[in-house]
DNA sequence: CAGGGTCATTTGGTGTTCCAACTTTGCATG
DNA sequence: CATGCAAAGTTGGAACACCAAATGACCCTG
């Protein structure tokens, strides 16, 4: 990309594009230091510390003697929500709700920013945005509802089908199209009073509140979707961790 | 520590510990490269390879043409909570809060872990914990409740005054005594309404619910202490990031 | 064919050197 | 005394060299 960056973080870049698009599959060994020297025209220095900041990120990994492989689990962008789950303390409950038939209904359509998203997604106030409603559903009962909007930029060329159910192609495979890579996300959360279509949509008994989350992803520092998340305050709890779960 | 590791390694070891203890307290600057070959007698290789690992774990930064300093907030583990802030949405206020007059009281005491904690911490339900009990204040008006538990084995032979005002060591100072390093942050957070105790000391309205967040720290997979924090929930988010703030 | 030894290759640690860009300090000049 | 400029010091990028430990492939021998 940017030609000014340092040589080591380009060849960062151009390796790890290799391993985001499947170039370079998890277990494929990445060339040897002396490889990269002779492939890129650098020195050695720079070889071996583009090879150290990919291991540092946790994509690839190294074995003395052997050489450089891409990791298995590629690891993406991590804000590890453990996702939501049921019930309130003291709950001995496993984390993992399985054997839940979970199904998400959704709907895009055309919308103008407005300030609120405009500002979230740093674009003009008239900007226009690919808006899209979700419901999911666990076991039949509404569980949590959402709102994402994207810059019509990142929509544009790719088929809106205004109603269907999980079949749409995912925010990363569409940004990933576009050469982009979701860097950060940030969630922000609170808890307020529910709305009344709220309240309808998800069966809210009076009196509970909702935990509001708000969702931007971020790519090489702009953001690139945002989204409004709301769940029964009464049913769920968030559960984030500063890496992999030790519980697992 | 241990003297098999590679020698950067151990200087990292050596600027930690002084950070951790205080002898280099947030803003003090590192020994450059020059003094630190000088000082340990390696060579400068070594010595920026010790700077760049605590650069990259936050707790130091380098600046261009001046020098390293230790960072402001020492940054612990990386679960990037970045700190509560007021008022709900739209809220263009940037996200320091600063100039605000933060205090904090507390209170330890000797306590039974009982069944909830023990299962959080791991431990026996019968074992002791210590328990101490925390409430911030910003401007001097209640902010946030919180309750901290440490298995007393952490605890045992550090002095625990049973009042004051933060001087208390920190959680990170005390384990890193005992060769422990805290390498997860987990963090539940749901939303329910207020006991009466809590009311009363958070002064909230009626009708106002409260966040209501479980934090267990985690050293080598097991739990270290975990805590209960309590926040209004009319006044306060709580903003996580997979990473850095982008916006900052 | 099985076993063992040799050798090229790779990673990771370490030292040295050079350079560009930037900050800080202090001195000299007006 | 104030201002400006030059020199010294610092970070970050980059190249090159050497070494130890580990690996893997190859070949030779029994």
Redesign the interface.
Known sequence: MASSDPIYLRIVEDIRRQINDGTLPPGAPIPSRAQLTRKYGIGETAARHALRVLA?EGLIFGLVGSGHYVSEKPER???H?LRFHDS???F?ADLPPQGRRATCDWRSENAQAG??IA?RLRIDDQARVTRTRYIFRTDGSPAQLAVSYEPTEFTDGHQIPSEGTDNRKSLMARLSALGLKV??????????VPKPAERDALELPSGV???HI?RTH?AA?RPVETSDIVVP?DR????????T???A
């Open positions: 540092g962008t991590a804000l929500r309130h303390p003291p001995a300030p609120d500002m860097t950060d996300i940030v969630e922000s959360v609170y808890t307020r509140h909702v935990l708000e971020w520092d305050g769920f709890r968030l559960v984030y961790a500063s890496s779960p030790p519980t």
